[in-house]
């Protein structure tokens, strides 16, 4: 069965570094989504992405995050300095098409750990 | 803010049915009804979901009710491997990529 893959699956970084995180969506997905989920916390949303655009963010998406779709394949989020209160686990999903009719795939996550 | 309740945490009997209710009182006619779960730290798992419908896979059956005020999701034999927490989420109908907005979900725990 055709699964959402996270790389790396643990990333550790310092304080005030950059940080990419990939994920590469199942191969007939269009419509993505970063997720995060804080040690202990709820599944929060951060943004969907479109042709290209982002459709919808959260206010935790803020000016320090990015997300790219670089080339076909893959779909990235940035991260441009690092705070520790951005340790978490990380969630890429994806979804075949638009509508709430269409469930999300999620991938197995990236934690990252700020020091 | 996530727009149902469900209760903290069940536990079931391993190989009985586990039934997980969900109260979304709020729902409205264009909004579809998700199950999804979380085993440990992995990411979240599709399970099922429905409009209005009665709707079964092979992972589970969803139950809801005529009012749609509410649903329940059944995993008809539970297994140890079935203990995760199990999320129920309503989500708009319209077009476009809307989010799902994750609430505490329910803790199931499968016991031998």
């Known amino acids: 069965e055709p699964e959402v893959t996270q790389t790396p699956s643990h990333q550790v970084t310092q304080m005030g570094q950059e940080v990419i995180l990939r994920c590469v969506p199942i191969?007939?997905?269009?419509?993505f989504y970063w997720y995060r989920q804080i040690l202990g916390q709820k599944v929060e949303f951060l943004v969907s992405?479109?042709?290209?655009?982002?459709?919808?963010k959260s206010e935790i998406f803020d000016d320090q995050f990015s997300v790219e779709r670089p080339d076909g394949s893959n779909f990235t989020l940035k991260i441009r300095s690092t705070k520790l209160e951005d340790s978490a686990m990380y969630f890429c999903a994806s979804s075949e098409r638009p509508g709430g009719g269409a469930p999300l795939h999620f991938g197995n996550g990236t934690r990252l750990t700020v020091t | 803010d996530a727009k149902t309740t469900q209760p903290p945490s069940m536990d079931c009997a391993e190989g009985r049915a586990a039934n997980l209710p969900c109260n979304h009182s709020?729902?409205?006619?264009?909004?579809?009804v998700y199950w999804y779960r979380q085993i440990h730290s992995q990411g979240p798992q599709y399970i099922i979901h429905?409009?209005?419908n009665n709707e079964t896979n092979e992972m589970a059956s969803l139950i809801i009710t005529e009012d749609r005020k509410s649903s329940t999701l059944i995993l008809p034999h539970a297994t140890l491997r079935d203990t995760a927490v199990y999320y129920c989420i309503v989500r708009v109908a319209l077009s476009g990529n809307t989010p799902l907005v994750f609430g505490k979900g329910t803790r199931l725990s499968v016991i031998a």
């Open positions: 992405f479109y042709n290209n655009e982002i459709s919808e």
């Open positions: 191969s007939n997905h269009l419509y």
């Open positions: 709020t729902i409205s006619g264009n909004e579809y």
């Open positions: 429905g409009l209005k």
